[in-house]
């Protein structure tokens, strides 16, 4: 969907990923423009340096295609563990970085302002405040995709645990079971991402998937190996939003990333197991994300917007 944020200062807003590195610009009234994916210039260490750089070009170019905006702030967010508060980039694995103050960095190569934040936290902000779930005070957000991760909001503020919160996907779902890329075992990430969904299957039967809508077709065609590797990973996740809610009591689960594109093939199963767990608990709402793709570079475009509004 095509999001607004609704009229404010113009800003930068660049989503550094694994693989792309999303930019664009917000305009006073709300819109993006420019949006372009670029491949994120991952080094053996130090990749902070290519991402500034890019980022430095990649601003330029929106400014001189637009001449007629002048954006006030930057927006910049990435993924690993990052503290919003101090602007850092404490550690990325697949980035090869850790503490990296990016705020203050992002803000000498622009002369301008700026943010930085956790691409997850960002994405969810985006989530909450601008689609269905903004009518609730207390929610999470949770990107399932490569990786599954969270986005808490209490009482309508962000919760970040100083760059530690939300890491829903590094909890332990079946203890000694399949290694997670954090050093883990039985993570819930390990067994229900899409990656691993793709990655199960793949190994289970040997015939290579390309991602986990595959798994999920053939699931529903009859194959017993793909519909034991999407039960699995339905069950890790009902147990693991059991958790999140018995600990947060949202009062609205929502779910985006890719995996999320299944729809009912995943909201109905999840939530009837969701359920089955709660006993005098609240039950959340499961709702679907609205956003997309784009809300990360939304939501990084929010924040850069908020730090104009702080005094
Ligand atoms: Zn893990």
Known sequence: ???????????????????????????????IVGVQRTPTPVQPEHTEKAVLETITRLG???????????????????PGVVDDDNGIGLFAENLNWQDVPFRDLTEKAFGLPASFTHD????????????????????????????????????????????YAGEL?????APGG?????????????????????????RITSVPVPGAREVLERARSGDTDAEAVWIT?????????????ALLAPQVIVLGGGLAQAGDALFT?????????????RRPELMQASI???????????RARAILETP
Do not use: W
């Open 1 to 31: 969907m095509t999001v607004s944020l609704g009229p404010g200062a113009p800003v930068l807003a660049f989503d550094v990923g694994g693989t792309d590195l999303k930019s664009g610009l917000v305009t006073a009234d709300g819109d």
């Open 292 to 302: 997309g793709q784009d809300a990360g570079l939304v939501g990084a475009a929010m």
């Open 269 to 281: 199963p999840v939530r009837e197991r969701l359920y089955s767990h709660l006993t005098f608990h």
């Open 60 to 78: 330029a170019e929106l400014r001189q295609q637009h001449p007629e905006i002048d954006p006030q702030a930057v927006g910049l967010i990435a």
């Open 120 to 163: 997850v936290r960002a994405a969810g902000e985006a989530e909450y405040r601008l689609g269905p779930a903004s009518q609730y005070r207390n929610a999470l957000v949770v990107t399932i995709g490569t990786g599954i991760a969270g986005a808490i909001f209490i009482d309508g503020k962000p919760y970040a645990g100083e760059g």
């Open 233 to 245: 990973a339905l069950d890790a996740l009902g147990l693991g939003l059991s958790h999140a809610t």
């Open 169 to 173: 996907g590094h909890s332990v779902i």
């Open 178 to 202: 399949e290694p997670c890329a954090c050093g883990g075992r039985g993570c819930l990430e390990a067994i229900a991402s899409a990656a691993a969904i793709t990655r199960r299957y793949n």
